[in-house]
């Protein structure tokens, strides 16, 4: 697989259409990807859908619309509209999400994750082709879907994991996994339960500044409101914190949401946050491919006082011989 270098999208401290000279120079700084997230913000598809009106070099891809806010007719559309306009240069990355967004932000049951994310990487691999969808999956069913403009390149799949069971499934159904928050010691395990064929992706936090005690206080709350949801607390059991970021667990359970942040351990955020000057913060990423990261995909945290742009710039890959 050819080396391959991302960055998340929509960056912070830019409106929509005012990171268009950003994205258009990101070929030109060695960029191969532009990824976006969704949580509570900007959703999944629009500044991918601009994003490819400004440069046709990237592979754009979602990371991750969740497999239960949209259903999987929706889902089918929008990644086919998506193929449209960015034809062969697209990845529909899908995932669970959290029973936070799906349940307490949209009112829907968080059911059978792992069987509602086959069922869809399914049912979307199918619609694809353009021919009738008519089943009973696990998870639900489909009675005479067609995509009305089905794809001439269909978009290829990738499925957010977490956990081994997931992660096989991902290779499997989609042949790519979307992680993130794990250190480039953490890839080896991942890709044990990938396999060798199958892509690995991971959404990777860089907070550029040599002023590791503002890193490590922006870095604990982050990794407080991620790692006390249940499944990421079980992927860092999984991958040996377990032990770690019990007190931070524990006093979160409590209703202690100050001293949860405050008992995350140094290397627990040095681990899961990359921090320093942009050389130092650049080779740290380029160790995640070293250790078997396909694509790592940058988010930038960015400190007071950084310029985005120059941060891009100076995160762009290192060159290669």
């Given amino acids: 697989m050819a080396p391959r270098w991302g960055i998340t999208v929509p960056l912070q401290g830019y ?52 497999v239960y806010t949209r259903g999987p007719a929706l889902l089918a ?8 306009l960015a034809r062969g240069r697209v990845a529909m990355g899908i995932g669970t999400s959290t029973p936070v967004v799906v349940e307490q932000w949209n009112d829907i049951p968080f059911e059978a994750p792992y069987g509602r994310s086959r069922d869809v990487l399914r049912f979307l691999k199918a619609a694809m082709t353009g021919e009738k969808v008519t089943g009973r999956y696990q998870t639900f069913k489909v009675d005479g879907f067609r995509l009305e403009r ?4 269909p978009p290829a799949l990738a499925l957010a994991a977490l956990r081994p069971q997931m992660v ?18 953490d890839v080896p395990k991942v890709r044990a339960e990938a396999g060798p064929d199958c892509e690995l992706i991971a959404r990777i936090f860089v907070l550029p500044t040599t002023d590791a005690e503002m890193a490590r206080t922006i870095g604990r709350r982050l990794v407080t409101a991620y790692l006390t949801v249940p499944a990421y607390a079980a992927f860092h059991e999984w991958l040996g914190r377990g032990e770690a970021i019990r007190p931070m667990r524990e006093k979160w359970a409590a209703g202690d949401r ?47 006082g950084l310029d985005v742009a120059d941060a891009v710039r100076g995160l762009a890959p290192p060159a290669r011989p």
């Fill in 15 to 66: 409106s929509l259409p005012g990171q268009r000279e950003i994205i258009e120079a990101l070929p030109d700084l060695g960029y191969t990807d532009a990824w976006s997230s969704e949580l509570s913000g900007v959703d999944a598809f629009t500044p991918l859908i601009l994003a490819s009106q400004w440069t046709d070099q990237l592979r754009f891809g979602s990371a991750i619309a969740s």
């Fill in 77 to 84: 559309m929008t990644a086919a509209t998506l193929a449209d």
């Fill in 150 to 153: 089905p794809p001439a390149v």
């Fill in 168 to 185: 096989r499934l991902a290779a499997v159904e989609a042949g790519a996994a979307i992680t993130n928050w794990l250190s480039p010691a």
């Fill in 258 to 304: 100050r001293g949860a942040s405050e008992a995350v351990p140094d290397e627990v955020i040095d681990d899961l946050v990359i921090h320093g000057d942009l050389e130092t913060c650049r080779e740290r990423v380029d160790a995640y491919r070293a250790a078997g990261l396909d694509t790592p995909v940058i988010a930038i945290i960015p400190p007071p």
